[in-house]
């Protein structure tokens, strides 16, 4: 779909023509550390969500509803940030989002009730769905003429590495501070994260600043499948941050640290995969779909074997384990996007991605209290786990006929 003529591609980390003076490699790094900052409250939420759960006696479907609150916000912010960063750009929006979603996050740690608490949450979802919009669109276009899938694996990894940290170092901040005073020190870590890259991030190019309708027909053909599969990996990632932490505890009797840990490493197994996918997808033919196959099915399989786990395994196995679940459950992420953004206009890339990103987040809201409903109408939850490796498997078949589907090159 995407008919502009294409310069022809530099080194994705050499210097020549990079449109910001600090380098390919310091602005990736920015990029990171903005999105970790968001990530780590975002996803963060869903590792207190035990700490929640038992203060306001919530189940697992309700704890489900409480988590998928800041999801639920960026699913409804997002579609309107890429409208606006395709036209105002990156770097202005980013600027302009910084104090209301800070001060929005000092929000949620003074919230009296569990009702408060969630529309606090949903609120600070909405601005957070600046930080991907930005991140994404900035990337594509800093990288123009350049293997895009490793860039952008390596921006997005500030999501596993912003769960990861969030799993190691929330519960015992929260024995430390208490609730409020942690959302009070992440409201600065947001400030500081968002305002770095904000600097660096580059003007938008005369020539993405004259939009032209694309039709609506062709966009939904270019983004149904990166759509549809899209919405059922992210399944795996958000059933993985919620309800590793109760499985771990109830059916495997780890401690609340220690079953941080746990999550914790399959986050950096889904950081590595990140990486490793983007720069496989740069290098395979029929590279995005056919990768996130690979995906969907490490992913399946680990699900899979999380369901059929007998009672108290051993700590070393279930690291094993969750390493591998994470690659796939986390590692999908940048295909998908990229992929969008490839498939429309690059004046349109935002938008596309954005889309994506939205109708990810419609799949985050959706999958947690499915499982949770699933796990607590059958009293298991490694039924929760079984549905989840079902969602793999078709997610899986979806790519296998979108790859058969390529025409010739």
Known sequence: ????????????????????????????????????????????????GILFARQYHLSLAWLGFLVVAPSLGMMVGLIPVGWIVDRIGPRRLLFAITGPMAVLVWTVGQAPS????????MAMGITFGAV????????FLAFAG????????????GV?????????????WVRIWGITGVFDRLAIMV??????????????????????????????????FPALISMLLVGAQYDMLTFTIPDLMQRHGLTLALAGIVLAVAQIGGGLGRIGFGVVSDRVTGHRPRVLGWTAFIAGVATLAIALLPHRVPVDALLALWFVLGTGAVGWNALALTWAGESVPVEHAGLAMTTIAALIYVGAVLHPPLFGMIADHTGAVRYGWLWLSGCMGLALLLSVWKQRRRPPR
């Open 114 to 121: 569990v009702g408060l608490l969630w529309l606090a949450l």
């Open 1 to 48: 779909m995407n008919n502009l003529p294409q310069p022809k591609k530099i080194s994705v980390f050499n210097r020549t023509h990079f449109p910001v003076p600090i380098g390919p490699v310091p602005f990736l790094f920015l990029g990171v550390v903005s999105q970790t900052s968001m990530s780590f409250i975002q996803q963060g939420v869903a590792v207190l």
């Open 146 to 157: 350049r293997d895009r899938g490793l860039p952008m694996g390596i921006r997005q990894t």
């Open 132 to 139: 991907p919009g930005v991140g994404t669109k900035a990337v």
């Open 160 to 172: 596993p590495i912003g769960a990861a940290l969030a799993a190691f170092l929330l519960p015992h």
């Open 191 to 224: 400030v500081g994260g968002s305002l770095g890259f904000a600097a660096v991030i580059p003007a938008m190019p005369r020539r993405t600043t004259t939009l032209h309708a694309v039709p609506v027909r062709q966009f939904v053909r270019a983004l149904i």
